[in-house]
């Protein structure tokens, strides 16, 4: 008897696509934003691009609101497993299936003048294959959903992969996580710059074991140096510093004069759009979605702080004290002053714009 499973609103079989209940939350933040957007504009247009068994293309219309859904899914083996899911729940006229190389779809989309509000593009292993082409078939204003599961290559384990795939040169450091999501936000803003345009982060989220982002494409390009340079780690006193362009000629660190290793070049701007999250926290308050609330109240916190963080860890290893508990060093930073707070990344790590030295001097200050 063939299993079925839940999630939302949405009742599925999964058959032989590939499924993780664990990522069910990467699933509730996109319809999140993708209602969001509806609310906004009026409508919504979904292209699911790597459909696996329906599951996200279901919910989008279920929950989202979504005026129509197209699944696209490579493998027409799953095509009985797709059309059971789907005509069970929607009208024909909500969803719109075929069987075709993601690459082809978007290029199909651009020769037709057919731009989606929301892309979602749940891709395997490196997304780049997708990445110059995903742009061809999204609406101006609308969204792009992203996936990649290429931890190496992004956090320093393989940095030809990083140069090969990316066009950057990853290093490894305790921030190295948030740095593949910031790579990715970066490839997406190359492209859009390459057609006079521009990518805005939605929110950026790190489930673990894949990264995920969420970004609107908009009219103007946002590769300014501000938001798109180099980050520098010093693993002598364990200082984070961003590096703009003009200063790759002499990279050192400010506090001890060392010479750092440099990631990039990157997104640096905001990893989140704090009014956006702010829109989708109400959603999910509305929907009695308590956890996905503190998830993105967390979320909203970090969305303008320095584009790194401090793990617990490299505090006790750098000052070799006892380590304070994260949510009374977070309290202690603010008390005199500084922004701080936790990250959705790393369950030990504190996002501030106090320096590492700071940090350190609070933190002992503590465990004394």
Same mark, same amino acid.
């Given at each position: 008897?063939?299993?079925?499973?839940?999630?939302?609103?949405?009742?599925?079989?999964?058959?032989?696509?590939?499924?993780?209940?664990?990522?069910?939350?990467?699933?509730?933040?996109?319809?999140?934003?993708?209602?969001?957007?509806?609310?906004?504009?009026?409508?919504?247009?979904?292209?699911?691009?790597?459909?696996?068994?329906?599951?996200?293309?279901?919910?989008?219309?279920?929950?989202?609101?979504?005026?129509?859904?197209?699944a696209n899914e490579a493998n027409r083996?799953?095509?009985?497993?797709?059309?059971?899911?789907?005509?069970?729940?929607?009208?024909?006229?909500?969803?719109?299936?075929?069987?075709?190389?993601?690459?082809?779809?978007?290029?199909?989309?651009?020769?037709?003048?057919?731009?989606?509000?929301?892309?979602?593009?749940?891709?395997?292993?490196?997304?780049?294959?997708?990445?110059?082409?995903?742009?061809?078939?999204?609406?101006?204003?609308?969204?792009?959903?992203?996936?990649?599961?290429?931890?190496?290559?992004?956090?320093?384990?393989?940095?030809?992969?990083?140069?090969?795939?990316?066009? /950057?040169? $990853?290093?490894?450091?305790?921030?190295?996580?948030?740095?593949? +999501?910031?790579?990715? #936000? !970066? @490839?997406?803003?190359?492209?859009?710059?390459?057609?006079?345009?521009?990518?805005?982060?939605?929110?950026?989220?790190?489930?673990?074991?894949?990264?995920?982002?969420?970004?609107?494409?908009?009219?103007?390009?946002?590769?300014?140096?501000?938001?798109?340079?180099?980050?520098?780690?010093?693993?002598?006193?364990?200082?984070?510093?961003?590096?703009?362009?003009?200063?790759?000629?002499?990279?050192?660190?400010?506090?001890?004069?060392?010479?750092?290793?440099?990631?990039?070049?990157?997104w640096l701007g905001n990893l989140h759009?704090?009014?956006?999250?702010?829109?989708?926290? /109400?959603? $999910?308050?509305?929907?009695?979605?308590?956890?996905?609330?503190? +998830?993105?109240?967390? #979320? !909203? @916190?970090?969305?303008?702080?320095?584009?790194?963080?401090?793990?617990l860890s490299n505090i006790g290893r750098?000052?070799?004290?006892?380590?304070?508990?994260?949510?009374?060093?977070?309290?202690?930073?603010?008390?005199?002053?500084?922004?701080?707070?936790?990250?959705?990344?790393?369950?030990?790590?504190?996002?501030?714009?106090?320096?590492?030295?700071?940090?350190?001097?609070?933190?002992?200050?503590?465990?004394?």
């Amino acid at each position: 008897m063939t299993a079925y499973y839940q999630e939302g609103r949405a009742v599925f079989k999964v058959g032989n696509a590939f499924y993780r209940p664990q990522t069910e939350v990467v699933r509730d933040l996109g319809v999140l934003g993708a209602a969001a957007y509806q609310q906004q504009s009026g409508q919504l247009r979904v292209l699911d691009a790597m459909a696996g068994c329906g599951v996200r293309a279901l919910r989008y219309a279920l929950e989202a609101g979504a005026d129509s859904v197209w699944a696209n899914e490579a493998n027409r083996e799953m095509n009985p497993i797709i059309q059971e899911n789907l005509a069970s729940q929607l009208q024909p006229w909500q969803y719109y299936i075929t069987h075709q190389d993601a690459n082809r779809v978007f290029f199909d989309c651009y020769n037709r003048n057919d731009f989606y509000d929301l892309i979602d593009l749940d891709s395997f292993g490196v997304p780049v294959p997708f990445i110059s082409t995903v742009l061809w078939g999204a609406k101006l204003g609308g969204l792009v959903y992203l996936t990649s599961t290429d931890g190496r290559s992004v956090t320093g384990s393989s940095p030809q992969h990083s140069l090969k795939f990316y066009g /950057a040169y $990853a290093r490894s450091h305790p921030a190295a996580h948030e740095q593949g +999501l910031r790579l990715l #936000m !970066a @490839q997406l803003q190359q492209q859009a710059a390459a057609q006079e345009r521009g990518m805005k982060p939605v929110f950026a989220y790190f489930t673990g074991q894949t990264y995920r982002i969420m970004m609107r494409f908009v009219k103007k390009s946002q590769l300014r140096e501000d938001q798109y340079g180099w980050l520098g780690y010093c693993h002598h006193c364990g200082h984070y510093q961003r590096v703009g362009w003009r200063q790759l000629g002499r990279v050192v660190c400010s506090h001890d004069g060392e010479n750092l290793i440099v990631t990039g070049p990157m997104w640096l701007g905001n990893l989140h759009d704090r009014a956006e999250i702010e829109n989708m926290i /109400a959603l $999910a308050k509305q929907w009695g979605w308590k956890k996905r609330v503190k +998830l993105l109240s967390v #979320m !909203a @916190q970090e969305a303008d702080l320095p584009p790194y963080f401090y793990p617990l860890s490299n505090i006790g290893r750098y000052g070799k004290f006892e380590i304070p508990k994260r949510d009374t060093l977070i309290t202690a930073l603010q008390q005199r002053g500084y922004r701080a707070c936790a990250t959705h990344i790393n369950p030990e790590g504190i996002k501030t714009d106090a320096s590492f030295a700071i940090c350190l001097q609070v933190a002992r200050n503590l465990s004394n």
